[in-house]
């Protein structure tokens, strides 16, 4: 049982840019999420799914796209990288939405010059 | 708008000894309220989750409280050890079920020094 996997741990972008952040997780959750970790402030949500084919927009969705085809993974795409958007992103899943416990991804560092 | 605020940002403690962390929140309608342990350059780890209607929960060295009234929770940690050198993040859900939303703290970094 992996838990969630995340792919790559570290990248380096130029403006303009685009990349796909890969996540994945093995225990059959509908729930999955992205977040982005910034200096100072508390994880901030990106984009959401509660099942496959259902996505939905967080709270700082933009810049981002997401999609999810199967239960299992739930990647994030950078359209055109920014540095606004160097961060550490993270990706979780639960069983549902809020109620349930939250397993967190090893996380993935951008850079973005 | 939900808030979730953390006390202290930062501590250092010596190893053996005690220590509480703080966290405030003004969410509403309250679903539960989590800690999470962060060492440094991984994921959130779950310590422990509480509901409305319960007020402490422990998970080995780390008893965490929750006052629905007050609107606060602690995060006690007894004994610590090194490994305990992390980040702790406080974070509530809020919403109707089965559409919660979670507010996260911007959390307190421990330090345990031999």
């Known amino acids: 049982n992996a838990g969630v996997t995340q792919t790559p741990k570290f990248q380096v972008l130029k403006t303009g840019q685009s990349m796909t952040l890969q996540c994945a997780q093995d225990?059959?959750?509908?729930?999955m999420s992205w977040y982005r970790q910034d200096p100072g402030m508390g994880l901030r949500l990106i984009h959401y799914?509660?099942?496959?084919?259902?996505?939905d927009q967080g709270e700082v969705p933009n810049g981002y796209n997401v999609s999810r085809s199967t239960t299992e993974d739930f990647p994030l795409r950078l359209l055109s990288a920014a540095p606004s958007q160097t961060s550490v992103y993270f990706c979780a899943s639960s069983r549902t939405s809020g109620g349930n416990e939250q397993f967190f991804g090893p996380g993935t560092r951008l850079t973005v010059l | 708008k939900n808030q979730v605020e953390q006390s202290p940002q930062s501590l250092i403690i010596l190893e053996g000894k005690n220590c509480t962390l703080q966290?405030?929140?003004?969410?509403?309608?309250?679903?539960?309220l989590r800690w999470y342990k962060q060492d440094t350059g991984r994921g959130p780890v779950s310590l422990t989750i509480?509901?409305?209607?319960?007020n402490t929960k422990s998970n080995g060295r780390y008893t965490a409280t929750l006052d629905a009234d007050t609107k606060q929770s602690s995060l006690h940690i007894t004994a610590s050890q090194l490994s305990d050198s992390a980040s702790y993040i406080c974070v509530v859900s809020a919403g109707d079920f089965g559409n919660e939303k979670l507010t996260f703290g911007t959390g307190t970094r421990l330090t345990i020094i031999p």
């Open positions: 799914s509660v099942g496959a084919g259902i996505t």
């Open positions: 966290c405030n929140y003004t969410v509403s309608p309250f679903s539960n």
């Open positions: 509480m509901t409305f209607s319960e």
């Open positions: 225990m059959n959750h509908e729930y």
